[in-house]
């Protein structure tokens, strides 16, 4: 067993599932064997993987509970966040994570195989090749907000499911007046504080995006 357990994921999330406690149990061992061949996190921030890749991704289930049939767009996922993580919580909702390095999306495709997550599609793509279309696209900080919309602009479904509109959710730190402003889009902003009592968290938000 490893020495850096998921105790921040169950505290936060505590209706979780034995079955997803764990799978996010296993998380650790494998990002530490796929970082050591293929760098998909800053060897510093290995050790705390559950508070600042794991728990932020899951940030966007404060804000959006995904519900069953919904599809979502992971833009850019890098090794898999924020879409694994997600997809482990929401096993009803499909996932379709994808990244133009594709090296980073061999990672995404064996620890989602180890974790037996068949609700997640992974492939080597730009986000302005994706055909279909999507309930909600989310992404985690990369790019501005200005030139990110462009690539997913006309990728969502009319139909809404859930209890918030179609959209975006983004997961972004740092003052973000600016960023917003100058992407002229209308955007709500969900301080991570509020729902986490972790420093690490004091300046990042869930930016959301209704289309």
């Not at 599809?71 to 379709?96: H, R």
């Not at 462009?150 to 918030?164: E, H, R, T, V, Y």
Request: overall charge negative; proline content about 4%.
């Amino acid at each position: 067993m490893s020495e850096i357990k998921p105790d921040i994921i169950f505290e936060y999330f505590p209706d979780l599932t034995e079955k997803q406690k764990e799978q996010f149990s296993q998380l650790f061992d494998l990002y530490s064997y796929w970082n050591a061949q293929i760098n998909v996190i800053s060897r510093k921030d290995i050790e705390e993987l559950y508070e600042r890749h794991v728990l932020h991704s899951l940030a966007i289930a404060k804000v959006c509970n995904f519900k069953a049939g919904e599809s979502i767009l992971d833009v850019g996922t890098g090794g898999g966040f924020p879409g694994i993580p997600l997809a482990i919580l929401f096993p009803e909702t499909q996932f379709y994570l994808v990244d133009s390095i594709g090296k980073k999306i061999k990672v995404v495709k064996e620890v989602a195989s180890a974790l037996g997550l068949d609700n997640l599609k992974a492939e080597h793509l730009r986000a302005e090749q994706v055909k279909e279309k999507f309930n909600f696209i989310i992404s985690r900080a990369v790019t501005r907000l200005g030139d990110f919309y462009p690539w997913i602009q006309g990728k969502f479904k009319k139909d809404s499911l859930n209890a918030i509109p179609n959209g975006i959710l983004y997961l972004k730190g740092g003052d973000l007046a600016e960023e917003i402003k100058e992407s002229k889009l209308k955007a709500e902003l969900y301080p991570l504080s509020d729902y986490f009592e972790e420093d690490f968290f004091d300046t990042k938000y869930v930016v959301y995006v209704p289309q």
